[in-house]
């Protein structure tokens, strides 16, 4: 799934078993799976997006950079529920009328992105 909230924009999949190239990654997704079988891996192209969207959860949130050549630079890895937590703080703290209005007082790169999404969806009558 896509998500592009105040924090930015991340990438979210259930991981689908396959190990890492990664010492490090592989780690943590070990890590993660003791905890829930069920492992969610977050990306976002920015550090600082990813600390900012799972800080509600943990305070000092593990982010891993990413191998060259992987589709985004940073990951995060989190349990189900602590996804079901990241988008339930998302949704309780709502705090602006109109999205794309806030972006563009906010984040100009956002901004862009928030008006190609909707564009995409109105084009396609909302059925991406």
Same mark, same amino acid.
């Given at each position: ?7 930015? &924009? ?53 982010? &891993? ?8 630079? &940073? ?23 109109? &999205? ?29």
């Amino acid at each position: 799934m896509y998500l592009q909230c105040k924090h930015g &924009f991340v990438e979210a999949d259930l991981w689908d078993g396959t190990w890492t190239t990664s010492r490090a990654h592989d780690e943590e997704l070990r890590r993660v799976r003791r905890r829930s079988k069920r492992v969610i891996v977050v990306r976002s192209r920015s550090v600082h997006t990813l600390e900012n969207l799972v800080w509600g959860i943990r305070r000092d949130p593990e982010v &891993f950079e990413s191998a060259p050549g992987w589709d985004y630079a &940073f990951r995060v890895y989190l349990t189900d529920k602590e996804w079901g937590k990241v988008l339930t703080d998302v949704a309780l703290h709502l705090d602006y009328r109109n &999205f794309k209005k806030w972006t563009i007082e906010n984040s100009r790169g956002q901004a862009e992105l928030a008006h190609d999404v909707w564009h995409a969806a109105h084009d396609n009558g909302g059925n991406l």
